[in-house]
């Protein structure tokens, strides 16, 4: 019941964060994103071990990092700055949400960003939330618990 209700909070988040803080519009969809992609992850490192990325084709990222600087000439390193620090904003709010179900205090790491798709090694996806923004880029936020082996 909890994974159904952070699911819920997490999209709403997710969707609510991305259009004030980037400008851009998120809807659900089923389209993977494909391509060039970027993924910026983070995990938390106390309370609840978890971790979240989000995994999107270049060109949202892109147009993120526009929106925050306002600028048209862009770096790589602008790219991964604006995207960490928009990562951190919505981490923020999922630790909110998550504190708010849980009672559990969290903390979560130093937002980190690489080109392609990224898994972390041990966890598993718990949920996957597919989106596709207003100019059709696809993108998905991944909620990943560790595995437990036997």
Same mark, same amino acid.
């Given at each position: 019941? $909890?994974? *159904?209700? &952070? *699911? ?17 519009? &998120? ?9 060039? +992609?970027?993924?910026? !992850?983070?995990? @938390?490192?106390? =309370? ?5 990325? @989000? ?13 925050? &600087? ?8 602008? %790219? /991964?700055?604006?995207? *960490? /620090? #928009?990562?951190?904003? +919505?981490?923020? #709010? @999922? ?7 849980? *009672? ?7 937002? %980190?960003? #690489?080109?392609?798709? #990224?898994?972390?090694? =041990?966890?598993?996806? /718990? @949920?996957? $939330?597919? !989106? ?9 936020? $991944?909620? !990943?618990?560790?595995? $437990?082996?036997?």
């Amino acid at each position: 019941m $909890i994974q *159904k209700g &952070l *699911k819920e909070n997490f999209d709403q988040i997710t969707r609510e964060v991305t259009e004030w803080a980037a400008g851009i519009c &998120l809807c659900q969809g089923d389209s993977f994103p494909t391509g060039d +992609l970027c993924t910026v !992850y983070v995990a @938390f490192e106390r =309370g609840i071990q978890t971790s979240v990325s @989000f995994c999107a084709e270049a060109s949202l990222f892109m147009r993120l990092t526009r929106f925050l &600087l306002q600028a048209e000439e862009l770096t790589f390193q602008d %790219v /991964e700055d604006s995207s *960490k /620090e #928009y990562f951190n904003i +919505l981490c923020g #709010y @999922f630790a909110a949400q998550m504190f708010q179900m849980t *009672k559990v205090p969290l903390r979560f790491g130093i937002p %980190v960003f #690489y080109p392609g798709r #990224y898994v972390p090694e =041990g966890y598993g996806e /718990e @949920f996957v $939330i597919c !989106y596709t923004s207003d100019r059709n880029e696809n993108a998905q936020l $991944i909620y !990943y618990t560790p595995q $437990i082996v036997v």
